[in-house]
């Protein structure tokens, strides 16, 4: 159980760097959190509608717009329209909210590269499996 509980205890205080984030940049958690979501699919290299953002973060349609607005007035995202289908609208992260984003999560990302590095192949692969099936694990509501 002492592996649980620090994991309990990584994701508290994970929480609480993100909700000190939105505070201070006066965002609400779920806007914190389809920047996430916006950053994730852009680095993959796929694309993201409004659809698919509100799906991520079960969020209905009014609320997926309310979020896209507010987050496009902040300068964050901006809506594009796909070339190849002119009715269908992307939504993407502006570069200012990807350098704001690592400002405050920059340090804490790099020290757990640092912290990753002292790890072999096999140790970082058992990891990635554990927090994977943790992530499923959650996204499957227990």
Do not use: K
């Amino acid at each position: 159980m002492e592996v649980v509980h620090l994991l309990r205890a990584a994701t508290v205080e994970l929480a609480l760097h993100s909700a000190r984030f939105a505070s201070r940049n006066g965002m609400h958690p779920t806007d914190v959190r389809a920047l996430i979501a916006l950053m994730d699919v852009s680095r993959a290299g796929e694309e993201m509608t409004a659809g698919r953002l509100g799906t991520a973060l079960g969020l209905n349609s009014a609320g997926t717009t309310a979020l896209v607005d507010r987050l496009e007035r902040a300068g964050h995202v901006r809506r594009v329209r796909d070339p190849r289908d002119r009715r269908r609208v992307v939504i993407e992260v502006d570069e200012r909210a990807v350098g704001l984003g690592w400002s405050s999560f920059g340090p804490l990302i790099q020290r757990t590269v640092e912290l990753l590095q002292g790890y072999d192949e096999r140790e970082v692969a058992a990891i990635r499996g554990f927090l994977a099936g943790v992530r499923d694990a959650a996204a499957a509501g227990g």
